[in-house]
Structures are given as C-alpha cells and as structure tokens.
C-alpha cells in the first residue's frame, strides 16, 4: 500500500505531561509573564501540554490565551557529555530566525535552576506537519508527495548549509578545525560512559574503522547534528518546501556532510531490513527518494564531492547506536520513565554491523 491510499496512524503531537515530567509550572508562569519579550503576547490563561513524541529532550506546548509557545528543557538525570545545551540552542535560534526561515524565533532563556529544575527556553511554535511513519492525512492529496517531501528536505539541508555563520552572527558558534576528530573521539567517550559489554566489542571496531579513515573536510558550514524527517515541519499546503527544523541544540560549525551522514542513517530504501536503519516503520512505503538519489540532489545543490558518503552514513549509525544506548542507560538507571526506552538498545548490534558494511564498500 502506497503513501497516498495509507490512513495516518501517528501518535497525537500533544498530550498531557507523561507521569514523571512536570515542572513547577507555577514558577515557570511567574517567569515567562516577567520575562518574555513585549511584542509576544502573554497576558491570558496559562495551560501546559506535552509533546511526547520526542526520545530525549523534554518538550512542552505552553500557552497563554490564544499565545502557544514551545518550552524545551533537558531531560532529567545525568547527562552525556555537549548534549542536550539548551543555552546552544536558544543562541542559534534567537539569531538565526531573521537569517533562515526554517529556524525559528527563540524568545527567552532561563538559566536559573530553581525556576525550572535545569536550563530552558521557549520559542515559537510553528504550526504544520510533523512526518513520521506515514504521510500525513492532510497532505495525501498532493502527487508523488512522499518524493516531494524528501527533495524538499534535501534541499533545505543543503540551503542551511550555504549560510555564512558570520553573517548570522554565529561565527563563534563551534571550533571547525579538527571537528570531525572531535566528532569521533567525543562519542567514543559517550559509549564508554554507558557500554554494554555484550555490545562493547562491536562497537568498538567500528570506532577504530572510523578514526583510521577520517575524511578532510571541504567547507565548513553550520552543522545541526540531527537532521532527518521527524525533525522537520511542512506547511501541508506545500510538500516542496520545509517550513521548520527542530531540535537544534547539538548546532554548531563543522563539516557539512556530517548532517548528510545523519541523513542517510534515518532514510530507508525499500527492501531494507528493518534493523539496519533507525527509522520509523512505515516510511520504506512512503515514496520517499532512494538514497542514492538523496546524495545525488545534495551534491548537485551544495556543489560538494559526496565520494565518500559512506563514511559519513557509518559514523552516523555508530552514533545512533550510541544514543540508543544512552536512552536505554537513563532508563536502566531510573532517570527516564519512558517505557519505550526499556528495549530501545536492541537494535545496537544491528546497526554496529550495518556501519562495518558501509565501511567495507
């Protein structure tokens, strides 16, 4: 069954605040009221959701009369070493909004621990389409939309990825020199921190295949670090065209085709097995376009030399299976309540052994 004729059977963007994950939202009130920016309107009732969807970070809808905003926080317990920097985040969003459209516009951070239990900040909500495991109900009516989604995030990627940092302000953003070696020694480090033995092995010769090999980088551009499709909005007017990226806290300068690699861990060819990709069941029958299509857009609009993709698409599923297990660690150790976190770390064998593929291609 193709994307057109398939019923949207995607979890709801908002529910209530899972058990577990509530604020003190009386202080958080106080707070935004005394502290949001003028020209945001923020004098009606005030009432939390939550978007539950998300695997890590905490996200909220807060609202107040007819004003929704968007809250984001870490999540609770301890956490891996450069991630989950709302004070990143809330820098880049509240500069990058007036340079790239799909940015969108932060408004306030607070960094004071007593008000929220950790750094948070609110920005805007944007209102679209979130496309997981199926093509949305509203946006079924377009043709050959699951391709046309799929470019559309290619090229959003590579006009991101065109920006001038200094131009946005952003010059300061990260150290791009040597970036790429940092990238793989600091989730080395991150596995070490959360390894599980029966996986230890594996995981490690992969890192070894990765540093031995590392690629000489040809730009250096802004990095988001997370870029794949549930991570981007769509206006369900328009499938050509991404109106929103998410979840920009890992940003910073670097090397471009570290956001290709990401890309292609999450974006499945038909007939793959399902354990090699770490995306959401379903978008193999989307119409998504193939991979070898994606990198081919990618280099045709960035104008790069995507000769050794491959690298890129393995220190990405070496990654993922790294983040996998840190999940599966916060839960283990009682600092996460999401049950779907208690099996999340099945899956690192299989994409440990789909990395050591990319690398003997």
């Not at 959003?156 to 131009?167: Q, S």
């Not at 991979?291 to 070496?318: K, N, T």
Request: aromatic content about 8%; glycine content about 6%; charged content about 30%.
């Amino acid at each position: 069954m193709n994307a057109e004729s398939r019923s949207n059977a995607a979890p709801p963007e908002l529910a209530p605040v899972r058990p577990g994950e509530d604020l003190d939202w009386s202080r958080i009130e106080t707070w935004l009221r005394e502290n949001l920016p003028p020209d945001v309107d923020h004098e009606g009732a005030f009432d939390v959701l939550q978007f539950p969807n998300g695997a890590a970070n905490l996200t909220y809808r807060v609202r107040f009369g007819e004003t929704e905003l968007v809250l984001r926080r870490p999540p609770f317990g301890q956490l891996a070493p450069g991630a989950h920097d709302m004070k990143r985040e809330y820098k880049v969003l509240s500069r990058l909004w007036r340079h790239f459209d799909r940015a969108p516009r932060a408004f306030a951070l607070c960094d004071d621990a007593s008000i929220g239990g950790a750094d948070f900040f609110v920005m805007e909500r944007r209102m679209g389409e979130v496309i997981r495991g199926a093509i949305p109900d509203a946006m079924q009516r377009h043709a050959d939309v699951g391709r046309r989604v799929g470019l559309a995030l290619v090229d959003a990627m590579a006009d991101f990825h065109r920006l001038d940092p200094e131009a946005c302000e952003l010059g300061d953003l990260g150290r791009p020199s040597g970036f790429v070696t940092r990238q793989v020694a600091g989730w080395k480090k991150r596995w070490d921190l959360v390894a599980d033995p029966d996986h230890d092995e594996a995981m490690n010769a992969v890192h070894a295949r990765l540093a031995r090999r590392l690629p000489e980088p040809q730009r250096v551009s802004f990095v988001h670090n997370d870029l794949k499709l549930d991570n981007c909005m769509f206006d369900p007017a328009d499938p050509d065209r991404v109106i929103a990226f998410f979840d920009w806290d890992m940003t910073t300068l670097g090397d471009p085709l570290v956001d290709l690699g990401t890309l292609l861990n999450y974006w499945p060819d038909p007939g793959d097995e399902r354990a090699t990709r770490a995306s959401h069941p379903g978008m193999e029958e989307m119409g998504l376009p193939s991979r070898a299509e994606v990198v081919a857009r990618y280099a045709e609009r960035s104008g790069l030399d995507v000769a050794r993709a491959g690298w890129y698409e393995a220190f990405a599923q070496w990654k993922t299976a790294t983040v996998l297990e840190q999940l599966h660690y916060r839960w283990k150790v009682g600092d996460s309540k999401d049950p779907r976190m208690e099996t999340i770390a099945a899956r690192v064998p299989e994409l440990a052994a789909a990395a050591q593929s990319l690398l003997d291609g």
